[in-house]
């Protein structure tokens, strides 16, 4: 059974519009969540983490939102770039020992 | 530069022909694992290493072995590939209090 879901295998959005990415996980003993984003032919790369004792996380365009009581984490591009289009998994772990991935999403930013 | 290198990229082969995936990091990391990436299942755990001499299994690890005789390197061994194991695997090392993955470039393996 999959701990962490991804439910929207791919968004289209128009440059320069937000994109929001949604993720939900099961297990609250996770204690920390990243976001990689993977460009075809490449490994997924690191985009943005965040803390369970935070709730928001910045960095640039990209802002990670953690609802822990709904067990929910998003991911926000703003502004949404063509170059920004790519797969992006979230994923989830506690105390580092292991990292669970969702699905993925696969954005489209359209010029 | 800070890389996951693993080889090969690409590999065709046929079912029963035990192969050897290498992979090595020159960041000095303890943990270290191997991932592979299916349509609709994402990335799925099959095996992780805590350190030297210290394996366990992942999610997926039927049809798999590794080792971990080096700090540096995690070959992911096919003893005897089947079909089901076409499929692009990653392999990836963190730091034990790192806050972050580091992936490899990933391997194309297809069983025939």
């Known amino acids: ?111 | 530069e800070a890389q996951v290198t693993q080889n090969p990229r690409y590999l065709i082969t046929v079912t029963g022909k035990k192969l050897t995936v290498t992979c090595s990091q020159n960041m000095n990391h303890e943990y270290m694992s191997w991932y592979r990436q299916d349509p609709g299942l994402g990335l799925r755990q099959i095996y992780y290493s805590m350190n030297v001499e210290v394996t366990d299994k992942g999610d997926v690890p039927e049809g798999y072995k590794v080792s971990r005789k080096e700090k540096r390197n995690f070959p992911l061994i096919l003893e005897s590939p089947s079909p089901n194991q076409t499929s692009l695997y990653f392999c990836a090392s963190s730091s034990s209090s790192g806050n972050t993955i580091y992936f490899g470039e990933g391997s194309w393996l297809t069983v025939v």
Not at chain 1, 59 to 67: H, M, P, S
Not at chain 1, 84 to 99: E, H, I, L, R, W
Request: charged share 20%.
């Open chain 1, 1 to 111: 059974d999959q701990q962490v879901k991804q439910n929207s295998p791919s968004l289209s959005v128009q440059e320069g519009r937000i994109s929001i990415l949604n993720c939900d996980y099961t297990n609250s003993m996770f204690d920390y969540f990243l976001w990689y984003k993977k460009y075809p032919a490449e490994g997924p790369t690191f985009l943005i983490s965040i803390s369970s004792i935070k709730d928001k996380n910045e960095d640039g365009r990209f802002t990670v939102f953690l609802n822990k009581s709904a067990k929910h984490l998003s991911l926000h591009i703003v502004p949404s770039q063509p170059g920004d289009s790519a797969v992006y998994f979230c994923a989830a772990s506690y105390n580092f020992n292991k990292f669970y991935f969702g699905s993925g999403t696969k954005l489209n930013v359209k010029p």
